[in-house]
């Protein structure tokens, strides 16, 4: 077939970008769950509950620093060799790391070894995360029709929360069913195991689509650029991504994580109570991502990003009423129109991170910049609350945090519109109607 010339964009197309950031959630969920739950217990057991917790959860920090590294070793492969390369290479990654997790002897069967190895698989399972994310991202949106780049673009972020939705629906049933004694024995190994099933069908999809009709005519045939001018020539692209992301992952981490310690420690909510609400406002929030993905091009991915987080600056305050309140319908509700907030911000963003760059640096600078962002400013959102809250001694100060960060990436969004028109080529026209 010639470079000029791509079968159109089917349906396999469509999910292979959804397909892998809901393997990547998932996989992140099971992990930080398991680490509150178990692995404290069988891989770090000659260690206090305390310390032994603390320890599973520095593996969990392991995942998140490896993100922006990932981001940058695929990104080059994706931007070199081929945005398919990279999506089928870190998916596969992605999930062999996941299982092997699932099959990891314990310490009571090898000793030392089992830490070490957990920390090398949780390396690999990031790496794999955040290389995964820019190239299903760009492939995404470059076989996406030029009127559909935001619903094309956009339901890659609709992939994530589904995972996320996935790994509690997942982790709930089997903590419900199983004593303790067979769910820290047997049972934590099971949601690792099922990852296999979710990249058996991602690597199915993903097989069936072709390379990027963009890479093959703007990439493929030309020279590429070594990583050194990459960086330098896409500075302020890559600073802009790193704000605009940051209000969103930031979003997530307060809503999914931070929220359930806050309700348990503040406001006297049960954990099994605030995970129950928290997971049905996840839910409802993906559904009205659906009904709204349709939607995206025709209100433009800049207003609906503008929207979508000065709601969650609202959102923010009303959120830590709520919970004070302890009214369940209250919370229910703030959680759920949180998270809708936040998942209009993600998925009109990540069209938007990828038609900052030029073809030739797309993958690298989405990528990276976003996974940087997700380590630096969400991966440190709950223990920045946390420190908050010890401060205040109420969760006003948070609500503070996330309004200052809404700012600026409400900011960043606004100086992207000025800088699109000088990356946008013949494949990404009509910069102003992306970013009306």
Not at 304 to 323: D, E, K, T
């Amino acid at each position: 077939m010639s470079p000029d010339v791509a079968r159109p964009a089917g349906p396999r197309a469509l999910l292979a970008g959804p397909m892998g950031a809901c393997l990547a959630n998932y996989d992140f969920g099971i992990y930080g769950t398991m680490s509150a739950l178990v692995l404290n217990k069988v891989f770090f057991p000659s260690l206090s509950p305390a310390a032994g917790t603390l320890a599973a959860y520095g593996t969990f920090a392991a995942g998140f620093i490896a993100k922006p590294l990932g981001g940058l070793i695929f990104g080059r492969i994706g931007d070199r060799f081929g945005r398919r390369t990279v999506v089928m290479s870190a998916l596969l990654l992605m999930g062999v790391a996941t299982v092997c997790i699932g099959l990891l002897p314990t310490y009571a069967a090898i000793g030392v070894a089992a830490p070490v190895l957990l920390t090398v698989l949780r390396l690999l399972q990031g790496l794999a995360v955040g290389g995964e994310w820019g190239g299903a991202a760009t492939l995404a949106v470059e076989h996406a029709p030029e009127h559909r780049r935001g619903f094309w673009g956009g339901a890659v972020g609709v992939g994530g929360p589904i995972g996320s939705i996935l790994a509690a629906l997942t982790v709930l049933p089997l903590s419900a069913a199983l004593s303790d004694e067979a769910f820290v024995s047997w049972g934590w190994r099971i949601p690792f195991l099922i990852s296999a099933l979710l990249v058996a069908a991602g690597l199915w999809i993903r097989l069936g689509v072709d390379e990027s009709p963009v890479f093959r005519r703007e990439v493929a045939t030309h020279a590429r650029p070594n990583l050194s001018s990459v960086i330098r020539r896409n500075g302020r692209q890559m600073a802009l991504v790193f704000f605009i992301a940051g209000a969103a992952v930031s979003g997530i981490y307060l809503l999914n994580t931070y929220t359930l310690s806050y309700a348990v420690a503040h406001a006297g909510i049960s954990r099994s109570t605030m995970l129950t609400f928290s997971t049905t406002a996840q839910i409802l929030a993906v559904v009205a991502a659906i009904l709204l993905l349709p939607r995206v091009d025709r209100i433009g991915l800049g207003r609906l990003y503008r929207i979508s987080a000065a709601s969650l600056a609202v959102l923010g305050w009303v959120l830590f009423a709520a919970l004070d309140s302890g009214n369940p319908a209250f919370v229910v509700v703030a959680l759920s129109l949180g998270q809708i907030a936040v998942n209009g911000m993600v998925i009109s963003s990540v069209p938007i991170y990828v038609l900052l760059f030029r073809p030739a640096d797309r993958v690298t600078g989405a990528g990276f910049s976003f996974k940087t962002s997700d380590a630096i400013l969400g991966g440190t959102t709950p223990l920045i609350a946390s420190a908050l809250v010890q401060a205040t001694g109420s969760g006003w100060m948070v609500a503070a945090y996330v309004t200052a960060l809404t700012a600026a990436a409400i900011a960043a969004c606004t100086i992207g519109r000025r800088l699109l028109p000088r990356t946008t080529t013949a494949v990404t026209a009509t910069p102003q109607k992306v970013w009306a």
